[in-house]
């Protein structure tokens, strides 16, 4: 491999570090060319620096533009903001990209394959919020202010028809809550219409639907949908909601991607409880290096290692607890690189 790319590696907490060592395992065996700069973040950096995004991991990423994460605990107490959260907004990734995909077939649902790209840093997640005191009630009301722009909203809608076009997909779904919310997701509704008019209608389908509705479909029906593109706080529950069609959160990989950053991460918790023990499952983590790797212009390796990932699971019926199998995290990564080392 010619040149080497530099990437900030944050193995994170509980579990973190045990599916990060196997997704480095199976990059290594790809050959992949990462040049890791090691960081701490969450409740480790919070105890060794003082803060869980201490400031050489922000430099780290500053410097690379590139990082793979595992997952973050938040220090509870001493007033300690989402770590995620704050590396959303100091390097303004406005797209969280969630791809929901069948990999182990047999459950509820088969055959899924979906696209949810989600406004990252507007909507109600900006925190504009307070109480209101009623006689001796400090907390009789509560307030939120959530705020959508014109300009954010056509960044991330930008993003959604180039990706969705780029990687052969046939539809766009704006999902909104315009009927009520006319200001907050009509403003996001009516920019990707212009949008569509201006630049998409002769490239790429696209239609609408509201939340509520969505969701409803998206049990009853998911096949008919393909890229859903929506706002902060519904993108969050419907990510959510089709990682489930799919089987769950251990089989679901992000991606916040932004102007001047791209951080690619599995979206389930730091699982503290089985932490240490080999239990548990690191597909997540190896699906979001795929992704990294897509987004690196490397798709042989990413090929590569999703289809090393599915023939594991299901030829090999090498799977840990979470999946009904009986491997621990070590020998799941065992028979994943050798598969890309047969592969």
Known sequence: MSQTIPA???????????????????LDALGAPFEWDRQIAGLEGAKAAGDPLPAATLASIRRTRLALKGPLETPSGGGYRSSNVRLREEFKLYANLRPARTIVPGGRYDNIDLVIVRENLEGLYIGHEHYIQIDDDPHAVAMATGIN?????????????????????KKVTIVHKANIMKALTGIFLETAQQMYEEKYKDRIA??????????MKLVLNPWQFDVLVTTNLFGDILSDLTAGLVGGLGLAPGANIGADAAI??????????????????????????????DHCRLPEQATRLRRAIADTLNVDQVRTGDLGGSASTAAFSRALNARIANG
């Open 264 to 293: 690619f991460e599995a979206v389930h918790g730091s699982a503290p409880d089985i932490a240490g023990k080999g239990l548990a499952n690191p597909t997540a983590l190896l699906l979001a290096a795929a992704m990294m790797l």
């Open 206 to 215: 696209m239609d609408a639907v509201i939340i509520d509705a969505c969701a």
């Open 149 to 169: 722009t014109r300009q954010g909203g056509r960044r991330l809608l930008e993003f959604a028809f180039e990706h969705a076009i780029a990687t052969g997909r």
């Open 8 to 26: 900030t590696l944050i193995p994170g907490d509980g579990i973190g570090p045990e599916i990060v060592d196997a997704t480095l395992a199976a």
